[in-house]
C-alpha cells in the first residue's frame, strides 16, 4: 500500500540554524500538508499546498517557514532560523482531491532545537 | 472557528472492557469527521471516518457514529487489547478548511 515517507526521523540542530524536513507524498496525490505537534500536545496544522502554491496556512506559519515542491515527488519544509519552541514532531500529509478526503500521514520528524 | 473537544485522557482499562471516547466538534456546515491513532513512537493513522450525518465509521472492531443532531463523534470498541494502547485523536475537516484535530485522549489497557 502506497505510503508517505518522511526524512530524517530525528533531527538535532542548535538555535538559528536552518533546517530541511522531507516528505515524500503518495504519487498520485494533489493536495500536501505539514503539522506539527508539540511534545504532549494537539496536533496542529502549519500549511496546505496544491498546484505549486500555498492554498492555506495558520498563524504558526509565519516567516521563518516556507514550503517547496523542488521536483515530481518531494515536498519540503525550511525552517530558517530555528527556535527553542520549534521543537516538536513535524507530519506531513497528503490527499488525493482536497478538502473532505482522507489525509494520510507520515511517520513524522522529530525535530529538537537545542 | 471550527474546533473539536474530546474527553480527557488517561483513559486505563483492563484487556476486554468496553471502550467509549466521547468527541464532539463545533462546525459551520457538514465536515467530514475521522478517528485516528497514535501508537507509541509512531506517526498518525487513520482508524475509521464518515462524511456524512448518520454514517458509521468502522475498522478494527472500533465504530463511530456522525451524529448531527448532538455534533458527536464518539469512539467505541466492545472489547480492547493490550495493542489497542494508543493516543486516539478526533478530527473534523470542513469544505475549505483544513484538518482541526482534538487534543488526543491516551488509551492504556492492562492484560
Known amino acids: 500500500e502506497p505510503e508517505v515517507t518522511q526524512t530524517p526521523s530525528h533531527q538535532v540542530t542548535q538555535m538559528g540554524q536552518e533546517v530541511i524536513l522531507r516528505c515524500v507524498p503518495i504519487?498520485?496525490?494533489?493536495?500536501f500538508y505539514w503539522y506539527r505537534q508539540i511534545l504532549g500536545q494537539k496536533v496542529e496544522f502549519l500549511v496546505s499546498?496544491?498546484?505549486?502554491?500555498?492554498?492555506?496556512k495558520s498563524e504558526i506559519f509565519d516567516d521563518q517557514f516556507s514550503v517547496e515542491r523542488p521536483d515530481g515527488s518531494n515536498f519540503t519544509l525550511k525552517i530558517r532560523s530555528t527556535k527553542l519552541e520549534d521543537s516538536a514532531m513535524y507530519f506531513c500529509?497528503?490527499?488525493?482531491?482536497?478538502?473532505?478526503?482522507?489525509?494520510?500521514f507520515g511517520p513524522g520528524t522529530r525535530l529538537l532545537v537545542l | 472557528g471550527d474546533s473539536v473537544t474530546q474527553m480527557e485522557g488517561p483513559v486505563t482499562l483492563s484487556e476486554e472492557a468496553f471502550l467509549t471516547i466521547n468527541c464532539t466538534y463545533t462546525?459551520?456546515?457538514?465536515?467530514?469527521l475521522f478517528w485516528y491513532v497514535q501508537y507509541p513512537g509512531e506517526g498518525l493513522q487513520l482508524l475509521l471516518k464518515?462524511?456524512?450525518?448518520?454514517d458509521k465509521g468502522s475498522n478494527k472492531g472500533f465504530e463511530a457514529t456522525y451524529r448531527k443532531e448532538t455534533t458527536s463523534f464518539h469512539l467505541e470498541k466492545g472489547s480492547v487489547q493490550v495493542s489497542d494502547s494508543a493516543v486516539y485523536f478526533c478530527?473534523?475537516?470542513?469544505?475549505?478548511?483544513?484538518?482541526?484535530f482534538g487534543p488526543g485522549t491516551r488509551l492504556s489497557v492492562l492484560p
Open positions: 464518515a462524511t456524512k450525518a448518520d
Open positions: 499546498f496544491y498546484n505549486n502554491e500555498i492554498s492555506e
Open positions: 500529509a497528503s490527499s488525493a482531491q482536497g478538502t473532505q478526503e482522507t489525509q494520510y
Open positions: 504519487s498520485n496525490h494533489l493536495y
Open positions: 478530527a473534523l475537516d470542513n469544505y475549505g478548511q483544513n484538518f482541526v
Open positions: 462546525a459551520t456546515g457538514y465536515p467530514s
